[in-house]
Structures are given as structure tokens and as C-alpha cells.
T-cell receptor
């Protein structure tokens, strides 16, 4: 079946603009995660959804970052007033429940100029 | 807090050499431990995992044993191939509650030369 998909694959934006990144998890997966992979910083957790609710938002770096999930499926990560330090690869993962392996999407490479 | 430390790369080996990538962790409680791999141009994939002490995860010739006494989960392979060239990430997560996020090491780049 289809894996986790993310769009766009690449996004170049000007500093100060807002961006939306989309994640389509594997059908039936109730848990969804966002991570950020920065050069030299490794991977960092951003937010976790179980269904449409987010029990763990502890990784969102500032109030410019928000995420939502609707219908227990698609999730959107929004970054407002982008800054250059937001440049990174944003990864989405899903699984059938928190105790299962996480399946990762290919990521969205965000470049803020 | 909870953290993962893995050896810095890059690691460069010749084909058929023995590989060890060290990973140690700090955690409150009893985490599950994972190795993920990212091949060039591809997404992260689970390589192997272990969910409790003394468990050994294995896949594609790679092995790692969950050592609670040394808080380690070192990745080993007896004979690497060029196709093993990738970035390897050690990670942990917890088995209980809502705190199921993965906590990652910084990754170790492996290059295998023919």
C-alpha cells in the first residue's frame, strides 16, 4: 500500500512569509508525528497527534509553529513569519498506535532565504 | 532528561570490514531502542529494534543488543557492503503513556569503499 506522503518535497520561501507543509499518513494509522532534521542538529521531535488531538506539543520551537490534523488523517504544519533558522527538512511519520514502528515520509526540504 | 549519544562520523570502511557504531542513552524508565537508516536520497527506515533489556535486534546482517547495565545499543555488522553506505540513527522511545516520541542521536554517516 501507499506509504506516508508529504508535500511539497521542496519549498523555498522568503523570510517573513508563512508556509504550510502537508502530511498524508498511511491509511488507518491513528498516530502521527512531526520531526525536524537540521544540518548539524540531528532530528528533533516537534509534535505528536493521536487521532485529531495533540497530547504532546513539547517540541514546537516557538509560537510561530502550529499543526493541526483533521479527520484523523491529513496533518498540516504551519510556520508563520519564517526565519532563516527554520530552514530544515521536516519529516512526518505515522503508525497504527504509539507502541508500533513509525513509518516516515520522504520529508519536505524548507529553505528560507 | 532523556537523550541518545552516538559516535561521530563520518566512518569510512573498506568492503567486508567489521562495523561498530556506538550508541549510549540516558533515560528515566525503560525505553525501547531503535536503529534507523537513511540511504542517500531516501527517507528514514527502521533497521532494527529492541524493546527490553538483553533483547537483540537484527536485520540485513546488522545486530544490536539492548544492554541495560551499560545503557548501550551498539550497532554491529560483520562484513559491510558498499550498499550499506548511509546515515545511521540511534533512537529511543518509551512504552507507556503519551510520551511515544522518538528521541534521536545525531546520526553517523557510513561510507563503504569497494
Amino acid at each position: 500500500g501507499a506509504g506516508v506522503s508529504q508535500s511539497p518535497s521542496n519549498k523555498v520561501t522568503e523570510k517573513g512569509k508563512d508556509v504550510e507543509l502537508r502530511c498524508d499518513p498511511i491509511s488507518g494509522h491513528t498516530a502521527l508525528y512531526w520531526y525536524r532534521q537540521s544540518l548539524g542538529q540531528g532530528l528533533e521531535f516537534l509534535i505528536y497527534f493521536q487521532g485529531n488531538s495533540a497530547p504532546d506539543k513539547s517540541g514546537l520551537p516557538s509560537d510561530r509553529f502550529s499543526a493541526e490534523r483533521t479527520g484523523g488523517s491529513v496533518s498540516t504544519l504551519t510556520i508563520q513569519r519564517t526565519q532563516q533558522e527554520d530552514s530544515a527538512v521536516y519529516l512526518c511519520a505515522s503508525n497504527p498506535g504509539p507502541s508500533y514502528e513509525q513509518y516516515f515520509g520522504p520529508g519536505t526540504r524548507l529553505t528560507v532565504t | 532528561g532523556n537523550s541518545v549519544t552516538q559516535m561521530e562520523g563520518p566512518v569510512t570502511l573498506s568492503e567486508e570490514a567489521f562495523l561498530t557504531i556506538n550508541c549510549t542513552y540516558t533515560a528515566t524508565g525503560y525505553p525501547s531502542l531503535f536503529w534507523y537508516v537513511q540511504y542517500p536520497g531516501e527517507g528514514l527506515q527502521l533497521l532494527l529494534k529492541a524493546t527490553k533489556a538483553d533483547d537483540k535486534g537484527s536485520n540485513k546482517g546488522f545486530e544490536a543488543t539492548y544492554r541495560k547495565e551499560t545503557t548501550s545499543f551498539h550497532l554491529e555488522k560483520g562484513s559491510v557492503q558498499v550498499s550499506d553506505s548511509a546515515v545511521y540513527f540511534c533512537a529511543l522511545s518509551f512504552n507507556a503513556g503519551n510520551n511515544r516520541k522518538l528521541i534521536w542521536g545525531l546520526g553517523t554517516s557510513l561510507a563503504v569503499n569497494p
